[in-house]
């Protein structure tokens, strides 16, 4: 454990231009639960429509109260704050060890901890947007007031989040920004995902060089195309390293 420390803390006071690459357990200490481990999501739920499609595209425009219900009730987390795995990360990004973060996540709290350039592959419960033609910005707090599914007030359309949902396709310059630099990158710490939704993971194999981390509370599908893994919380494993640099 101490030996597999040393390692990342001296791979990262070397590295310039490394990328944090990060997933829902990233946010978990801040009592966001992830997708899929045992405490997740999608094991919480039992019978009836899988998470799958009432995260979908479909289920947004043909049964938005479901969506909604679902997105209100546990996807949007007003009142969570950054942990110390964003506060970790931070600092690397403060002190030029990483250009950026690409995360996975919807919350918005890489910025919330101060860092600025953040590729956000699936979008963010920060922006709302109406499906009008104008698309008609709204806020996360008309969201959470309104009744059930929200409505423009400027044209009556639907009200949606600026989420990649399943079935939609991720943003042009976020795919562009993140291939950048996981392709100009001298070291990738890859921090609390399950490896498991595509095409974000796939963003992976644009990383060219041969310090790929990966740190993660239990195994995952690329564990054995890793050059470092460290199975345990983030923010630990984070703070550790940090004092050894
Ligand atoms: P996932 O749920 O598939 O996997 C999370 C992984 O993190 C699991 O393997 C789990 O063991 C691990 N983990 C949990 N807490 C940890 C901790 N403190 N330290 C280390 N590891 C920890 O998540 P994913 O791979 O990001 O995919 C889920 C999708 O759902 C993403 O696309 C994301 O957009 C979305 N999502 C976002 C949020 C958020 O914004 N906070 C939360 C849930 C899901």
């Known amino acids: 454990e101490n030996a597999l420390l040393d390692e990342l803390a001296g791979w990262i006071s070397q590295a310039r231009r490394g990328v944090f690459f990060g997933g829902a ?32 595209h479909e289920c947004l425009m043909y049964e938005p109260e479901k969506f909604y219900h679902l997105y209100k009730n546990e996807l949007v987390h007003p ?75 400027q044209c009556g359309e639907m009200i949606r989040p600026d989420v990649v949902l ?15 630099a996981l392709a100009a990158a001298d070291l990738v710490i890859v921090g609390g995902t399950s490896l498991n939704v595509y095409p974000a993971a796939g963003f992976l194999r644009y990383y060219q060089g041969d310090r790929l981390v990966l740190i993660n509370a239990e195994p995952t599908a690329w564990d054995s195309r890793a050059d470092l893994v460290i199975h345990g919380r983030l923010g630990q494993v984070l703070t550790a390293a940090l004092e050894r640099l």
């Open 25 to 56: 357990g990233v946010s978990t200490d801040s009592g966001i639960p992830d997708f899929r481990s045992a405490a997740g999501l999608y094991a919480q739920r039992g019978e009836g429509d899988s998470p799958e499609y009432l995260l979908s």
């Open 79 to 153: 009142e969570a704050k950054p942990n110390a795995a964003h506060e970790a990360v931070n600092t690397l990004v403060d002190r030029g060890h990483l250009s950026c973060v690409v995360t996975q996540n919807i919350d918005g709290l890489h910025q919330a901890a101060g860092t600025q350039k953040v590729f956000e592959l699936h979008g963010s419960t920060a922006r709302h947007y109406c499906v009008g033609p104008a698309a008609h910005e709204a806020t996360l707090e008309q969201v959470m007031q309104a009744e059930g599914v929200p409505y423009c007030q």
């Open 166 to 180: 399943y079935g939609e396709a991720l943003d042009e310059n976020m795919i562009e920004g993140s291939v950048t």
